[in-house]
């Protein structure tokens, strides 16, 4: 089994900033791909991004194309998100999750591992 374990979610005044991380640790790991989701209270689960975990090449959701970036760790199974120009729009649950497999990049459905989330809030 695979855990995934966030970190570094919390309260931040619109156009700060926060960094999150994640963890991966469990049996052998050869993830394909790690990425971001996250869902806001009413609100459907939203791509964020993704990293792929060979090549490093990156891929964002619309809304936080050009203020959020992904990176991997590959030694430490780590991926983090560096979130910029923070608005109240940004608020949600944000979830870890690891691929195994080829697939589109942006659909929940093609991950299969979660952690098990991190609260961002941001004020305005």
């Known amino acids: 089994q695979v855990q995934l374990v966030e970190s570094g979610g919390g309260l931040v005044q619109a156009g700060g900033s926060l960094r999150l991380s994640c963890a991966a640790s469990?049996?052998?790991?050869?993830?394909?791909?790690m990425g971001w989701f996250r869902q806001a209270p009413g609100k459907e689960r939203e791509f964020v991004a993704t990293?792929?975990?060979?090549?490093?090449?990156?891929y964002y959701g619309d809304s936080v194309q050009g203020r959020f970036t992904i990176s991997r760790d590959n030694a430490k199974n780590t991926v983090s998100l560096q979130m910029n120009s923070l608005k109240p729009g940004d608020t949600a649950v944000y979830y870890c999750?690891?691929?195994?497999?080829?697939?589109?990049?942006?659909?929940?459905?093609?991950?299969?591992?979660w952690g098990q989330g991190t609260q961002v809030t941001v004020s305005s």
């Open positions: 469990g049996r052998t790991l050869s993830p394909y791909r």
């Open positions: 990293v792929s975990w060979n090549t490093g090449s990156t």
């Open positions: 999750a690891l691929s195994t497999k080829w697939g589109p990049a942006s659909h929940g459905l093609n991950y299969d591992y």
